[in-house]
């Protein structure tokens, strides 16, 4: 079975932070990375962090530095931990292995970030 619950998402302004939440069917964490990918309206969805069974890390360079992405395989948990969060960051957020097994995703999260 496949379970993706994406949670932590909200409004904050310019600089501030948020942590993500992702819980994840515990298969997907037994045989894959997961990934953090952000969609704004209109625009395709984009992987910006991905992180391996063994806790290695990848992020996208529009990210690089301000995003912290981190599993607890024990929990079938991942976080994304974003500071000095920008405009452009603003999108909805999910989690999914990296790359996707299959094109299935949940609710995702909503992030908006604005003075």
């Known amino acids: 079975q496949v379970q993706l619950v994406e949670s932590g998402g909200g409004l904050v302004q310019p600089g501030g932070s948020l942590r993500l939440s992702c819980a994840a069917s515990g298969s997907i964490f037994s045989f894959y990375p997961m990934g953090w990918y952000r969609q704004a309206p209109g625009k395709q969805r984009e992987l910006v962090a991905t992180i391996t069974v063994g806790a290695g890390t990848d992020y996208a360079d529009s990210v690089k530095g301000r995003f912290t992405i981190s599993r607890d395989n024990a929990k079938n948990m991942v976080y994304l931990q974003m500071n000095s969060l920008k405009p452009e960051d603003t999108a909805v957020y999910y989690c999914?292995?990296?790359?996707?097994?299959?094109?299935?995703w949940g609710q995702g999260t909503q992030v908006t970030v604005s003075s």
């Open positions: 999914n292995a990296d790359p996707p097994p299959y094109d299935y």
